[in-house]
């Protein structure tokens, strides 16, 4: 039995226990199991917790249970790791591969931040009102592709496409304007029945918890195309999710009230006590911090996201994941996306030594968050974390 001592200051200790899939490296897609991390080891829970829930290749036999039963969990969890733990469940998270930890079956994008949304107005569209009509009373979204979401650490193949040049000329080739989006994406756990909506007292009974997201862009593709159905191809070639999961119970101590809302929403928006989470999100790019986007900023709730995707009936199922959009603050150093802190390319940033406005082939971003974690403590949310490719000839 092993007693796994993890720093004080670890962003991962017994306050956070998140949920992840893992597998030997090298080792096959039939080895993998659903762990939690602890400091710099993770523990295999289907030793563990002795479930066999946990011995599959995704979290979704386990999210289907409901609340109760996750709450449980965390509970045996914690008493668990207060503990020892087998020798066979424990192993250095260096030599394990992180796996996408669910079976997305709909992806989700949001665009919550009223700061993001404001400055993408101005910037793509300079002659008109930042915010459209709508905006400030439902939170726009558009349904991504699922099958393209991958996870922390993979690749990320320069898209190619269709773009407009600035002489107003049709050419194709890959991204010249290829961006990152910080977001916070959450998961469902129960899904609900076509036909339904998930009313906002009960998302807490849907949601199971939340994963950073970088929802890669390339604006170039994005700005011809998007007119008037939404994102398409710009968005479609990759989404990258944390390989870990941070159960909503990690972060009761996060949640604040949400900044005021104006005009008030419609009725099914509206929460007997509206809430946000006080995270604080960081964005790496080659190694340099460039930007601190607050996510206690952001206008709609998650709880409101989860109801206007269900209002008109749509279903949910496990495994879901919807993402918050862009977090972006009021200041420029809280930006969450290329296109914002270089403003349309127009004010280049200074990174490592050069002027950078948005993503070269071999360039890395690393997006990273903490919260309050209960106890006192600070949580860190899994990292996601990609390399950009040199697009493909043909
Ligand atoms: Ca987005």
Not at 145 to 155: E, I, K, L, Y
Not at 247 to 260: G, Q, T, Y
Not at 355 to 371: C, K, M, N, S, Y
Request: aromatic fraction near 8%; glycine fraction near 10%; hydrophobic fraction near 40%.
């Amino acid at each position: 039995m092993a007693r796994i001592d993890v720093p004080e200051d670890s962003p991962f200790g017994p306050d956070h226990l998140p949920y992840g899939v893992c597998a030997p490296r090298a080792g096959e897609r039939g080895g993998a199991r659903v762990c939690t991390r602890l400091g710099d080891v993770v523990v295999d829970l289907s030793l563990a917790l002795d479930d066999p829930d946990f011995a599959n290749a995704s979290l979704d036999a386990f999210l289907a249970r409901g609340v109760r039963h996750w709450r449980d969990t965390r509970d045996r969890l914690r008493a668990l790791v207060d503990g020892a733990i087998p020798d066979a469940a424990v192993h250095p998270l260096a030599e394990m591969d992180s796996l996408l930890p669910i079976r997305i079956g709909d992806y989700v994008d949001f665009y919550a931040s009223i700061d993001h949304a404001t400055n993408l107005g101005l910037l793509f569209r300079p002659d008109s009102e930042p915010l459209l009509p709508n905006w400030r009373y439902l939170p726009v979204g558009y349904h991504g592709r699922a099958g393209t979401v991958v996870v922390s650490g993979t690749d990320i193949r320069r898209p190619r496409g269709q773009r407009r040049t600035d002489s107003g000329a049709v050419d194709f080739g890959p991204s010249r304007r290829l961006d990152i989006e910080a977001e916070l994406g959450f998961v469902i756990g129960v899904g609900s029945a076509l036909g339904t909506s998930i009313a906002t007292g009960e998302f807490a009974d849907h949601v199971f918890g939340v994963a950073l997201v970088d929802d890669w862009s390339a604006r170039d593709i994005q700005a011809w195309e998007y007119q008037p159905l939404g994102p398409f191809l710009g968005k479609s070639f990759a989404t990258s999710m944390a390989a870990w999961i941070t159960p909503l119970s990690a972060l009761e101590s996060a949640r604040i009230p949400l900044p005021d809302q104006h005009p008030e929403p419609l009725p099914y928006l509206r929460e007997t006590e509206n809430w946000g989470l006080d995270i604080a999100i960081s964005v790496s790019w080659n190694g340099t911090l460039v930007s601190t986007p607050p996510y206690a900023r952001m206008y709609w709730s998650p709880a409101q996201m989860l109801a206007h995707l269900t209002v008109n009936g749509a279903a949910t199922r496990t495994g879901d994941l919807y993402a918050s959009g862009t977090v972006s603050g009021p200041d420029p150093s809280e930006r969450g996306s290329f296109i914002e802190l270089s403003w349309g390319g127009s004010a280049p940033i200074a990174l490592n030594g050069e002027q950078r406005t948005f993503l070269e082939d071999g360039d890395e971003v690393v997006i990273t968050a903490t919260a309050p974690g209960t106890g006192g403590s600070r949580i860190g949310l899994g990292e996601v974390r990609g390399r950009v490719l040199p697009a493909h000839e043909r």
